[in-house]
């Protein structure tokens, strides 16, 4: 009786690891025909992309200041979530001129790009050697429109003779087509006209909105037509001429382009000028690390968009540039120390678009706070659900969580008053709407099928798994959704505290309390060492070791003793690459390292983790990471931390891998350096003056950090951070306003 019975056991082993495989093989077309994935056909970051931004246009270039959309790739010119400039592409007598520098003029946000002659043949049929002629671009957007100016200068002892031609095209495609969505029907592009020397390309959408891209030259081209414009230019030994282009597209520019140009420019600088004046500046010992937070601080000034009620972030280029309410709000948390401005806009804003109706298709739900939000023409028609989108799960406690945060940091009741009603309605929602099964947990599933299947921070369509590789099915309760939670109900009673309500307090620290016992229990899991990843619909544990665990951290939902273990089990080598913690252990079914949400190490996930490790007081594993990601920067294209890059392990002599399609510039990205900063000085602000250091402890990549204007109150104050021997010690050079500085080891 014993003899057969390992032999039956292995079949049934074998009969259900092939179901398995099954599964995992279904769950992977079912990713293949996810709908709204950006596929990797190309790799935006081999081009080292450039990328400007204003008001509700961005754009793309390639590191010669040309953008070759048409040819297949994300570059070109875009408002409203429309490719309004496809091509512009600037030859010299017909030849791709060779590329001497390029870069972004910090100042302006503006991208710079010097380009010289290959031999080429002049206009008057003569040799012109390489090297004669410098081409100098300066590229930039202002208040929706592009302006450029292109210097040409002849070095040479000869007069020549030249050609520069501009070649063209506007393809007016949605954001999502560029994205890879296949569309059955477009509107039409109707015929362009050239009024006063300009010429205006013109589509009329499904939509029946007409989109134009009208494109104004100083001087005049001497040909122009509808895909070129071309001028002629006599340059005698020395000389410089200059030409300008200004791209609006809606209505044309009152000036002409050179003195759009010049007036746009000033007005840039002079807006950009003022605001880091307003604002901490950070320095310190590292020559890499100080580079990569002026590459932060720039970046967020190019994504942040001014609305009536302030500022708030745009979530990254080329994918995501327009208002994202996780994205955004967890921006404006990694920088609530830095400029709590960012924190007002943003909860404002939101406030302003929170659902009040019931919309299966957008997944709203009364109190919900949106997801994203797209202005093109797919968006209008519905084709896609994202006009204005809900799916999100985790939007709405973040929306509550930092508004308490906010009102600790500037005592600013009087936003918060305004802010009551639509907190009323968020703590409403994650009532009435949230616990989906009635087991005190909250969960997200899609409403339709047109929305996404993951509504959390990992929202690709294979993100949330078992140990097993199969995906979850719905709805899920993720395990940061529940800390996100707890933050939201700790946050109102604070809120409700200060507004003199102790019965709405003690509801809500209640509902905390209670919330925590039941987190404990249900999602931490000794055999991992860690908390589950989720729960799915029938209640099965997700029993993966993922990143989402350390969001408990940041939450403050975490007993003190699990909090050791999540951190001891991200900082283990299957889950810390020594560039960053991974999205997901190497351990698991699903690990790849190349993809977005399974195997990925994402700056902004890190940082909040890391944050959540400083909370514990595990601020030597703060500053790990803090290191790992400073020295990763040294490797990326102007020291800018992207969305996200591979989870390979860190080798000697080895740069990082990049992700083919991450966004760069991306808001949460830039952000992180910052609130690493504040992770490992264990740094907290309060409005009532006072500046507390809780165990700073600088990381191996510096040893001593300089932090000037920080505002506490009515005041500010500058600071050195200095390592003395295993001590960090914070010594204040300037205070003004009555601040009070503490430090405790």
Known sequence: MTGPMPERQTQAETAASAKIEAQVQRDEAKVADAQFFVPPSASIQERQPRALRSGDAFALFDTHGDALGAM?????????????????????????????????????????????????????????????????????????????????????????HVRIEITMGSDFKDMFEVRGTHRSRRGDKLAPHFPDGKIVHRYRGLDDVERKTIIAFSPHPA???????????????????????????????????????????????????????????IASTNAGFDAMVSRAVSDLATLTSTTADGLCAYAGIPWYCTLFGRDSLITA????????????????????????????????????????????????????????????????????????????RTGDMAAIDRLWPHLQAALGWLDDYADRDGDGFLEYGARSGDGLRNQGWKDSFDAISHADGRLAEGPIAIVEMQAYAYAAWRAAAAICASRGDDAGASHWKDKARDMKRRFAETFFDPELGCYILALDGEKTPCRVVASNAGHALLMGIATPDHADAVAQRLMAPDCFSGWGIRTLSRSEKRYNPMSYHNGSIWPHDNALIAAGFARYGRHADAGRVLSA?????????????????????????RAPILYPVACAPQAWSSASPLFLVQAVLGMDIDHRSTIIFNGPQLPDCLSALTIERIGCGAGTVDLDIQQVGHATSVFVKRRSGGITVNTFS
């Open 72 to 160: 297949h790739g994300p570059e070109g010119v875009y408002y409203r979530d429309t490719r309004h400039l496809s091509y512009w592409r600037l030859t010299l007598c017909g030849e791709y001129p060779m590329l001497l520098g390029s870069s972004m003029d910090d100042r302006v946000d503006a991208l710079i790009v010097d380009l010289t002659n290959p031999d080429i043949v002049g206009r008057d049929k003569t040799l012109i050697t390489n090297d004669a002629i410098h081409i100098n671009r300066t590229k930039f957007l202002f208040e929706n429109r592009m302006h450029e100016r292109i210097a040409i200068r002849n070095f040479d002892e000869e007069a020549h």
């Open 333 to 408: 948390l990694e920088l609530l120390w830095f400029d709590p401005a960012f924190a007002r806009g943003t909860l404002l804003r939101l406030a302003e678009l929170q659902a009040t109706e019931d919309d299966p298709l957008a997944d709203a739900e009364p109190g919900k706070i949106l997801h994203e939000t797209r202005q093109g023409e797919m968006a209008n028609l519905r084709e896609v659900p994202f006009g204005l989108y809900y799916g999100s799960v985790d939007s709405t406690p973040l929306f509550i969580h930092l508004a308490g945060e906010y009102l600790r």
């Open 223 to 281: 040909m122009l037509q509808e895909h070129r414009a071309e001028f002629h230019l006599d340059l005698a030994p020395g000389e410089r001429r200059v030409l300008f282009c200004a791209i609006s597209f809606e209505d044309e520019h009152e000036l002409p382009a050179d003195q759009a140009f010049l007036q746009c420019y000033r007005a840039l600088r002079q807006r950009r000028r003022s605001r880091n004046q307003q604002r901490p500046r």
């Open 629 to 653: 990601l400073s020295a990763a920067t040294a490797y990326f294209d102007q020291n800018r931390l992207p969305e996200l890059f591979c989870g390979f392990v860190r080798k000697r002599g």
